[in-house]
């Protein structure tokens, strides 16, 4: 049975616990670790902020499923998400996805399976703020075709 931590939080998070905590068994033969930060450019635009709003129990619920998904498909040991909620700056660390397994393979494939559909299943509402002005982030349809394809690929 898979170990899953998830944390939606305002707080900067330490990537060093996740890692320790996610890679800490001994039959642990592979770790994959992603943060993804605020980006300066979006759309063509200069960015200094996004705002990320959600609603609690809705959001840890669609996080939480997505994590059993990665480990109904693959045989993992421990999945860690947090993701940041509230007023973030260029250069933030907004979200980290950690998985463990024995196998790099697992892993890796686990780690973007949920990043794919962390991307469009999780229920946050991202407004921008650029030189032009605040503006709320709709979702992107080459985000909808990455999580589409784990439809069609079964593992």
């Known amino acids: 049975m898979t170990d899953i931590q ?8 330490d990537q060093n616990k996740i890692y320790q905590w996610t890679a800490a068994l001994p039959e642990t033969g592979a770790t994959v670790l992603f943060i993804g930060k ?5 759309l063509g635009d200069s960015v200094s902020g996004l705002y990320l709003e959600h609603y609690p129990a809705m959001t840890k619920k669609a996080l939480r499923e997505i994590a059993d998904q990665a480990a109904a ?7 860690y998400i947090v993701h940041r909620v509230g007023q973030l ?12 397994s ?22 946050f509402w991202k407004k921008e703020t650029t ?7 709709e ?4 985000d909808d075709d990455a999580a589409e394809r784990w439809q069609h690929d079964k593992k």
């Open 6 to 13: 998830i944390h939606v939080q305002s707080e900067p998070f």
């Open 38 to 42: 605020v980006r300066d450019m979006n």
């Open 73 to 79: 498909r693959w045989q993992l040991q421990r999945i």
């Open 89 to 100: 700056y260029t250069g933030d660390e907004i979200v980290a996805v950690a998985v463990s």
């Open 102 to 123: 024995a196998h790099r393979g697992s892993a890796y494939q686990a780690n973007e399976f949920i990043m794919d559909f962390l991307k469009t299943k999780a229920p």
């Open 131 to 137: 030189q032009q002005g605040d503006r709320w982030l």
């Open 139 to 142: 979702s992107r349809a080459s």
